[in-house]
């Protein structure tokens, strides 16, 4: 069977790439169990620093594909744990892993393909891109989190309009309301992602590392216990003395 996950390492960046563009990078069960491998293994290998996931051709993802789930059942607007187990997998390795994770969106982005890249660190996307949180349009409820963190992103009441009306909107709108870093026409996005990648990479592993536990942890949490969380926090920093040494 094809892969539908594609991987390649390249100057300390590693592209996970979803891949089934014909069905649009729609998820099934095999696609989230090889994108946790790809990530699991961008994690173990030293000479990544970060991590992007993007989609084949006129997509990042379409979403779960509803097709592989037959005759399913889809009781009380769930999908059911047969594909909720292995993408909270997912979100949950792309968010504990120690390098930094970009949704480069290139394409079509919808409801649970939105999930997996809200749960990123960083995104970036085309301004010609498609996104929609099309749970209600299906009878459908997130399971994934975006009830958690589409609101963190956009403000809680632009997240209920953009739930209950199940609108599409652009990669410039993702941008203008802070769900993308930043919208770049499609024609630019790989040298706009491939910039930021460079910048991050120029800094410290262990930095990224501390940065990257420090935020999620703050997530949810009073200013006050964030920064106990911070103040109480150890990590390992290996490289600092090397650089800060041409300044002492």
Known sequence: MP????????NGVATITLHRPEALNAITTTMLAELKQALEDAAQDDTIGVVVLTGTGRAFSAGVDLKALGNRSLDKGGIGPILDDPARAVIATIQSIAKVVIAKVNG????????IALACDLMVVA?????????????????????????QAVGLRKARELSFTA????????????????????????KAV????????????????????????????TVDDALAFENASVFSISDTGERIAKFR
Request: with cysteine; charged share 20%; glycine share 10%.
């Open 167 to 190: 609108d599409t909107f652009t990669g410039r709108d993702a941008a203008t309301w802070g769900l993308a870093n930043s919208a770049v026409p499609l024609a630019e996005l790989d």
């Open 194 to 221: 491939q910039t930021l990648a460079d910048k991050i990479l120029a800094n410290s592993r262990g930095s990224l590392s501390a940065y990257k536990t420090l935020y999620n942890q703050g997530i949810g949490k």
């Open 127 to 151: 301004e010609e891109a498609k996104f929609g949180d099309t749970h209600a349009k299906w009878g459908l409820r997130p399971t994934w989190g975006m009830s958690a963190r589409l609101p």
């Open 3 to 10: 892969s539908t996950v594609l991987t390649n390492h390249l």
């Open 108 to 115: 079509y982005c919808f409801t649970g393909a939105l999930e």
